[in-house]
């Protein structure tokens, strides 16, 4: 079975930039997560999908970061203008209705100049 | 508030050693209780989820899990090297909404 699938591993761009992360979750899985893991910390929740509808984005700041998840299958998540602040890896994760269990992706590693 | 919260580290054993994590929740409703483990670079992967209460053993990790007192454990027996890495607590509450919170994470350094 394959695993949850991102894109670009590594991004490196300059302050007030854009960049957009590609997620493809494992077939079958219904609810898809978009985690922002700062160096040191653990992975904080920016936004849920249930399908292709948001569930939960009380994390997500919304002046710059926009996601969305067409078709309910994979979901792409987008920053612009970008800030030093956002450096971070990005990990898409996707959940299994029996366990609860999530299953992450190999992140995204962002590097904001 | 913080909504899951580990013991500080970093923690250091040595080889052979049990090295036990802590982490408390806020959520009573909390439903399913989970720990990671990461390595440095590296995305989390699952080594134990618990449901109910009390221990669930699975090879050289115990889970233990407490929720009147909303307090989950993780104790790995016989440490070795390989098991250096960050172990984080995620707790699943949010009722249909399955929401997973992560703590900050506890570094684990076991020495040869």
């Known amino acids: 079975e394959a695993g949850v699938a991102q894109s670009p591993r590594y991004k490196i761009i300059e302050k007030r930039q854009s960049v957009a992360f590609w997620c493809n979750p494992i077939?079958?899985?219904?609810?898809l997560y978009w985690y922002q893991q700062i160096l040191g910390q653990g992975p904080k929740l920016l936004i849920q999908f249930q399908n292709n509808g948001v569930v939960d984005d009380s994390q997500l700041p919304k002046d710059r970061f926009s996601a969305e998840r067409l078709k309910g299958v994979d979901s792409t998540l987008k920053i612009q203008p970008a800030k030093l602040e956002d450096s971070a890896v990005y990990l898409c994760?996707?959940?299994?209705?029996?366990?609860?269990?999530?299953?992450f992706g190999e992140g995204s590693r962002l590097t904001v100049l | 508030q913080k909504e899951v919260e580990q013991n500080s580290g970093p923690l250091s054993v040595p080889e052979g050693a049990i090295a036990s994590l802590n982490c408390t929740y806020s959520d009573r409703g909390s439903q399913s209780f989970f720990w990671y483990r990461q390595y440095s670079g590296k995305s989390p992967e699952l080594i134990m989820s618990i449901y109910s209460n009390g221990d669930k053993e699975d090879g050289r990790f115990t889970a233990q899990l407490n929720k009147a007192s909303q307090y989950v454990s993780l104790l790995i027996r016989d440490s070795q090297p390989s098991d250096s890495a960050t172990y984080l607590c995620?707790?699943?509450?949010?009722?249909?909404?399955?929401?997973?919170?992560f703590g900050k994470g506890t570094l684990l350094t076991v020495n040869p």
């Open positions: 995620a707790v699943l509450s949010g009722g249909s909404n399955y929401k997973l919170t």
């Open positions: 077939s079958g899985h219904a609810t």
């Open positions: 994760a996707s959940r299994t209705r029996v366990t609860g269990e999530l299953f």
